[in-house]
C-alpha cells in the first residue's frame, strides 16, 4: 500500500489509509490543517478518522473537518475520549505520571471507542500507552505499516517518548509516563513492522535496527 503522508512544515503528520469503502484518516494535525486534508483526500471520501491521542497537534482540526463530513465516523480509544472530552482527571494507578502537552479537547465526539485488538478496515489497534494513557497506534495488516503516533517520532532521527531527543524533545517533554512508554516502544518493535509512518517525521522503512537503538537509548 502506498502510504500517504500529509505534512506541515514537515513537523507534524496526518495520513490517509485506502481501504475499499473510502479513506481513513489517522490524526487531524493542528488547526487550520483541514484545508490541506481535504486537498490531499482529492475529492475521494474520508470515511473515518482514526485519532492516535488527544494532544492538540493530533486532533486539532477534528472538528473543522467533522463539520465539513457529515456521517464521519470518529475513533479513538475509551481512556483518549476522556482527554478529548476535556476532562483531564488521571486515575489512581495513574498518578505516577502527570498530563503534559496540550488537550484542548474537540466540541466533536467519538462514534466509537476502539480498543487493542480491535480492526478499523485493515488496520489493527495496538495498545501504546506512556505519551499518552490511552495513545494508540494502528498496524496495516495488509503491509505491515505501524501507525505510530507519538510513540515514536523520527523527526532529528528515530526516537521514543521514553527519553528526551535533544534534536526533537517535544514528544518526550509532552509524555505522561516515560517507563510506559518505554515498554510500549517495545511492544511495537516486537510487531516487527515494514514500516514506521510517526506523528512528527518522515516514514521510515524497514525500522527494526533504528527502533531497536532508539529503545536502547530510551532505556539508557
Ligand atoms: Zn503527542
Not at 27 to 39: G, V
Not at 78 to 102: F, I, Q, V, Y
Not at 152 to 181: D, I, M, Q
Amino acid at each position: 500500500m502506498p502510504v500517504t503522508r500529509i505534512s506541515r512544515f514537515g513537523l507534524v503528520n496526518a495520513y490517509l489509509v485506502e481501504e475499499d469503502d473510502g479513506l481513513t484518516l489517522i490524526d487531524t494535525m493542528l488547526p487550520r490543517s483541514a484545508d490541506a486534508i481535504l486537498k490531499a483526500a482529492g475529492g475521494r471520501k474520508i470515511a473515518r478518522i482514526a485519532l492516535t491521542h488527544a494532544h492538540g497537534d493530533h486532533i486539532g482540526s477534528l472538528d473543522a473537518l467533522a463539520e465539513q463530513l457529515p456521517g464521519v465516523e470518529v475513533l479513538i480509544s475509551s481512556r483518549d475520549a476522556r482527554l478529548l472530552a476535556k476532562d483531564k482527571t488521571l486515575g489512581p494507578e495513574e498518578r505516577d505520571g502527570k498530563l503534559r502537552g496540550g488537550y484542548p479537547g474537540a466540541k466533536t465526539r467519538p462514534t466509537r471507542e476502539v480498543a487493542a485488538g480491535e480492526r478499523v478496515g485493515s488496520l489493527e489497534v495496538v495498545a501504546s500507552p506512556g505519551h499518552t494513557p490511552g495513545h494508540v497506534a494502528f498496524l496495516d495488516t495488509r503491509d505491515g505499516t505501524l501507525y505510530c503516533g507519538d510513540a515514536y517520532s523520527t523527526l532529528g532521527g528515530v526516537a521514543t517518548t521514553a527519553k528526551v531527543n535533544p534534536r526533537f524533545p517535544l514528544p518526550a517533554a509532552a509524555t505522561w509516563h516515560r517507563p510506559t512508554a518505554l515498554e510500549s516502544a517495545k511492544a511495537l518493535r516486537a510487531l516487527d513492522p515494514s514500516r514506521l509512518a510517526p506523528g512528527h517525521g518522515k516514514v521510515v522503512d524497514s525500522p527494526a535496527r533504528e527502533m531497536d537503538a532508539a529503545i536502547a537509548r530510551g532505556a539508557g
